[in-house]
């Protein structure tokens, strides 16, 4: 008879967890409620302060709930953009260990963007469109400030996302933005890069304006791909002078 493995014992702070959580999915919890005191949940679930402590730690990394010092804790409303921000500090981790991670985020990234800008040249509104314009034009009057310009090319595409009306496209838009925001910084310092983004962005807004799907991801593919070569420009550079050369004849 093979042996077979033992029922591990569950930790305390574990069984408090699930049983708060299951009262906040529940809506006995709602958001902005404050949850028992940590005396009262001692009582409530005949455990210690160390198991409660522990609980509401974990709810609070999870973005569930808020601890403020002197206060109870409570409830917060569960959005797209706090659930991409618990995998934040994860996925900068996935990018820096590994350059083939890049890679995939990249490659996520266009199969991600060129969906939405479709998605944004069926349902803009002439509301939207007016937007996402001045956006366009944001971006023209900042030129000359490095800083500026990287914030609102970020915005550019964040208002495409939000075109949609779904908030998750927006805030994996956002926290695309955020993953790969250290790799993009270096390729404005190629000459001549923020016009030719520019011009990209012109065709893109111009695709979404006529309400022509195919033309808006044409013209992001088109922009995604230049980018995307940019970037192995610049790791190459940081490689070494001879990478450097190389990449320097690639510019066209």
């Known amino acids: 008879m093979s042996a077979i493995d033992p029922i591990p014992r569950r930790k305390l702070s574990q069984e408090v967890l699930d049983r708060l959580l299951a009262r906040i999915s529940t809506g006995d919890y709602a958001p902005g409620d404050q949850l028992p005191s940590e005396r009262q949940l001692m009582e409530m679930f005949q455990v210690g302060r160390p198991a409660i402590r522990e609980a509401m730690q974990t709810l609070a ?4 709930v808020s601890i ?10 569960v959005t797209a953009e706090k659930l991409i921000e618990q995998v934040g500090g994860s996925a900068r981790h996935f990018l820096a260990t590994a350059p083939e991670n890049l890679e995939h985020l990249k490659e996520a990234r266009l199969f991600f963007e060129v ?5 944004a040249a069926e349902r803009a509104t002439e509301a939207d469109i007016d937007r996402l314009g001045w956006r366009l034009h944001e971006q023209r009057e900042s030129m000359d400030d490095r800083g500026q310009f990287l914030a609102r090319d970020m915005a550019f595409h964040r208002e495409i996302a939000a075109i949609s009306g779904n908030p998750i ?4 838009a956002q926290a695309m933005f955020d993953w790969m925001s250290a790799y993009y910084v270096n390729l404005l310092r190629a000459p001549g890069m923020e016009m030719l983004t520019i011009e990209e962005h012109e065709r893109i807004f111009d695709g979404i304006a006529v309400r022509d799907p195919d033309a808006a991801a044409e013209a992001m593919t088109d922009h995604l791909k230049r980018a995307h070569h940019l970037y192995r420009q610049v790791q190459d550079q940081a490689s070494g002078p001879s990478a450097e050369q190389d990449g320097d004849e690639g510019r066209g």
């Open 68 to 77: 403020t010092h002197g206060e109870r804790a409570r409830v917060t409303p």
């Open 61 to 64: 990394h999870m973005g569930l």
């Open 115 to 119: 969906g939405m800008v479709r998605i």
């Open 169 to 172: 496209y927006a805030a994996v």
